[in-house]
């Protein structure tokens, strides 16, 4: 029983490659979420995903997209990668309360 | 959007003293949650408050909802090393964090023995 995994666990790019950061759960959780985490900053919302199907901005979703693509994956896209999304992505599960299942990070950096 | 100050940014003690942090926001929060995280790893759930003036424990954790519902704090009684890592608050009005949490910057708790 994994949890939630996420891939890669390290990428490093060149500024304007693009890539998807993959998350698939296996809890049958409905809602998912994409944070990033920045030294110094806490982790900020990407953007979420209440359900299959629907897909919401959250506090920094500029230079993202997402792809809620059935109950269990929800992948993040960036299509033109910039330093300053250099940072380590978290991808988030929820079962209904407070006690989100997080997965273990994809360190990303863009040079 | 909201903003979380969470301090002291980083702590360093002695195993066995008790610590303190808190957490304030410029804007009500319906639940405070308070979250651990270890290297590597994304956080956990530590303790989450549901209602202004409550007082929970979680073993040698102590967390309070500020009566103003702008506020929280988080005290660790008899630190032991597996305390360390990085402790965050987060508030929430969504109902069950359906819309995310937002989240503090973080308090980096560094024991020493």
């Known amino acids: 029983n994994a949890g939630v995994t996420q891939t890669p666990k390290f990428q490093v790019l060149k500024t304007g490659q693009s890539m998807t950061l993959q998350c698939a759960q296996d809890?049958?959780?409905?809602?998912m979420y994409w944070y990033r985490q920045d030294p110094g900053m806490g982790l900020r919302l990407i953007y979420y995903s209440a359900s299959e199907g629907t897909t919401d901005k959250g506090e920094v979703p500029n230079g993202y997209n997402v792809s809620r693509l059935n109950k269990r994956e929800f992948s993040l896209r960036l299509e033109s990668a910039a330093p300053s999304q250099t940072s380590v992505y978290f991808c988030?599960?929820?079962?209904?309360?407070?006690?989100?299942?997080f997965g273990s990070g994809t360190r990303l950096t863009v040079v | 959007g909201q903003q979380l100050n969470q301090s002291p940014q980083s702590m360093f003690i002695q195993e066995g003293e008790d610590v303190s942090m808190n957490c304030t926001s410029s804007?009500?929060?319906?639940?405070w949650l308070w979250y651990k995280q270890e290297p590597g790893e994304g956080p956990v759930l530590l303790i989450a408050l549901y209602k202004a003036g409550e007082l929970t424990s979680n073993g040698r954790l102590t967390a309070q909802f500020g009566i103003t519902r702008k506020d929280s704090f988080l005290n660790i009684s008899a630190s032991i090393p597996s305390d360390v890592g990085i402790y965050f608050c987060a508030g929430d009005n969504s109902g069950g964090g359906a819309d995310g949490l937002t989240f503090g910057k973080g308090t980096h708790l560094i024991i020493q023995p």
């Open positions: 988030a599960t929820n079962p209904g309360g407070y006690g989100y299942t």
């Open positions: 809890m049958n959780h409905n809602s």
């Open positions: 804007s009500i929060f319906n639940t």
